[in-house]
T-cell receptor
């Protein structure tokens, strides 16, 4: 099992450009999450999806949109990138609805917005 | 919402010594407290967790304690080894939709040989 995979691993954008970060999991988890990690601030939840077909805002949703494409895939879109969105982005999944507490994280996408 | 504070932000110990990282939380309804280890260039990985009906949990050299009254929990690593060097995050969540985690700001642990 690959666990949680993310693409791309690195990306450089110019202000105003758009891009989509891809995430997929092969653990048959219903819940998926997007976090951003900034120095000294831990991981902050951007959006999450409790189950296929549902998405909800987390702590820092402004400037982002998400799509739960199917049970396996959860994408994060930046419509008009800003330098403040320079960060490391992590996708995670869990079996939260089935009593599973652990979140499994992908390797991250390092995004720089110039 | 929940707020999790973590201290210290950096911690250096000699190999073989113990390390302690402390977290406090604000939401009395939080009932699950995991600890994650993040190695350089990788995603966080769960190392130990504790639920609110338990006061202490051990797994080899790692232990976590929980004081619900004071709303704080701690990670204890004994007999530290160089491979323990990493960033450690505490987190908290309550029962509910998707069990959203609120993370502390992280502790950079360095084990000196």
């Amino acid at each position: 099992n690959a666990g949680v995979t993310q693409t791309p691993k690195f990306q450089v954008l110019k202000t105003g450009q758009s891009m989509t970060l891809q995430c997929a999991q092969d653990m048959n988890h219903n819940s998926m999450y997007w976090y951003r990690q900034d120095p000294g601030m831990g991981l902050r939840l951007i959006y999450y999806s409790a189950s296929e077909g549902t998405t909800d805002k987390g702590e820092v949703p402004n400037g982002y949109n998400v799509s739960r494409l199917n049970k396996r895939e959860f994408s994060l879109r930046l419509e008009s990138a800003a330098p403040s969105q320079t960060s490391v982005y992590f996708c995670a999944s869990s079996a939260a609805d089935a009593g599973g507490y652990e979140q499994f994280f992908g390797p991250g996408t390092r995004l720089t917005v110039l | 919402g929940e707020n999790v504070e973590q201290h210290p932000s950096t911690l250096s110990v000699q190999e073989g010594d113990s390390a302690v990282i402390k977290c406090t939380y604000s939401d009395s309804a939080s009932n699950y407290f995991p600890w994650y280890k993040q190695e350089l260039g990788k995603g966080p990985q769960l190392i130990i967790d504790i639920r609110s009906n338990v006061g202490e949990k051990k797994d080899q050299r790692i232990a976590v304690t929980l004081n619900k009254t004071a709303k704080h929990f701690s990670l204890h690593i004994t007999e530290t080894q160089p491979e323990d060097s990493a960033v450690y995050f505490c987190a908290a969540t309550r029962s509910g939709s998707a069990r959203q985690l609120t993370f502390g700001s992280g502790t950079q642990l360095t084990v000196l040989p």
